[in-house]
């Protein structure tokens, strides 16, 4: 548009009728125009004070310069939108939903679509990912928005449910979709089963507090003829939250790409210095759990844990959480099948677009002990007090 102020022009003694805008440059607040049918472009300067900096983004360009704009609409804000989609909020009106779909590989009958679960209206953040050779389908009413028809989309955006899905299938066969929210309509999670390896998806979202119901865990039919497994469902309804999750035998079944440790390249475990009280006010969470399941995802060590009690959480937890340490060296040392008193901190995860609840190298990681659940208790009752003398940490 601002390009545009300049057609029908002489430039340099030639006349320009058309000028279209240049967005991929180095400085996104210049004004830089290329002469349409040519290879000839200029910069007229800056553009005008209030041009968004990019269509994705609030912040604008203040003479000649991108200035950060946070959701509270001010220059320089750094407000921004929680999981709730509240400007400034700590995530306090919404509560996370998470489903874990995990079969163990059928053994005949695998081919064909299978329904996985709901994804209710009102969802913001919605990320869902599936690491199998199998595909993931989507359907709105009664008809497919993604991958439909045995035909497969490609990567790109999937508008459904009211809002737009970014749509993200790897040539490896990973895929990812998610979406800002909040969704207007539900929709139906499929899965087309085209491998003898089972399913192994991830859905999680969040749901404004009053909306959470027993109502949001739908029972699904299975349609095709259904595959053959001795998997049984679990529905558990804690504080709110609720979590459905396909088990078999109370044990999540590996994902193919499960890889050894390479205990090679790792260093003995660092002691980790420090009081409790300072750990405790340092970290995001502190909580007692029954480590299920220990497996390396994508360069990470990954836990399967039940949590039995939390002393502090700066985000909603649930019963059955995943536990990262951003590396294949299991420090601190952790083992599947024993109880600890676990202290970590919520990252955001880039690549998979999650937040996650981190282990740090530094993190206190003690065995359980029934007699320590006294102290823990006090400690969190009292904690106002005790923090005053330490700065709270909640990022790497």
Request: net charge positive; proline share 5%; glycine share 6%.
């Amino acid at each position: 548009m601002q390009c545009s102020v300049y057609n029908n022009k002489k430039m340099f003694g030639h006349l320009v009728r058309e000028w279209e805008p240049i967005t991929s440059q180095p400085n996104i607040c210049e004004l830089t125009c290329l002469a349409k049918g040519t290879h000839f472009f200029y910069s007229f300067g800056k553009v005008l004070d209030g041009t968004r900096c990019d269509k994705e983004s609030k912040d604008m360009c203040i003479n000649g310069e991108c200035v950060p704009v946070g959701c509270d609409g001010e220059l320089n804000s750094d407000a921004k939108e929680d999981f709730c989609m509240k400007c400034g909020g700590k995530n306090d009106t919404c509560t996370r939903y998470q489903t874990v779909y995990i079969e163990p590989p059928p053994t005949q009958g695998f081919i064909g679509y299978r329904n996985c679960t709901v994804v209710p209206a009102e969802a913001t953040h919605i990320q869902i990912t599936e690491h199998t050779p199998n595909f993931l389908a989507m359907v709105e009413g009664s008809q497919h928005v993604l991958n439909g028809d045995w035909s497969l989309h490609w990567s790109g955006n999937i508008h459904a449910g009211g809002v737009v899905f970014e749509y993200d299938r790897k040539t490896n066969g990973n895929e990812r979709l998610f979406a800002k929210g909040p969704t207007k309509r539900p929709l139906t999670l499929e899965v087309i089963l085209t491998d003898s390896n089972g399913p192994n998806i991830t859905i999680s979202y969040w749901l404004p507090k009053k909306e959470i119901s027993s109502n949001d865990v739908v029972d699904i039919k299975v349609t095709e003829k259904p595959v053959e497994s001795k998997h049984k469902k679990n529905t558990i309804k804690n504080n709110d939250v609720i979590i459905t999750s396909d088990f078999t035998n109370d044990k999540p079944v590996k994902p193919y790409h499960t890889k050894r440790f390479d205990k090679t390249a790792c260093q003995v475990c660092e002691k980790v210095r420090g009081g409790r009280v300072k750990h405790f006010c340092s970290s995001d969470f502190v909580i007692h759990v029954d480590v299920l399941d220990k497996q390396i995802v994508n360069g990470q060590i990954r836990f399967d844990v039940s949590i039995l009690h939390t002393y502090k959480n700066v985000t909603p937890l649930q019963t059955r959480e995943f536990l990262w340490i951003q590396s294949t060296c299991n420090c601190p040392m952790i083992r599947p099948n024993k109880e600890y008193l676990i202290m970590g901190v919520n990252t955001y995860d880039a690549a998979s677009g999650q937040s996650r609840l981190v282990i740090l190298s530094t993190s206190l990681v003690r065995t359980w002990k029934v007699k320590d659940h006294e102290k823990w208790v006090k400690t969190k009752e009292k904690q106002d007090k005790l923090c005053q003398r330490f700065t709270h940490r909640s990022t790497l």
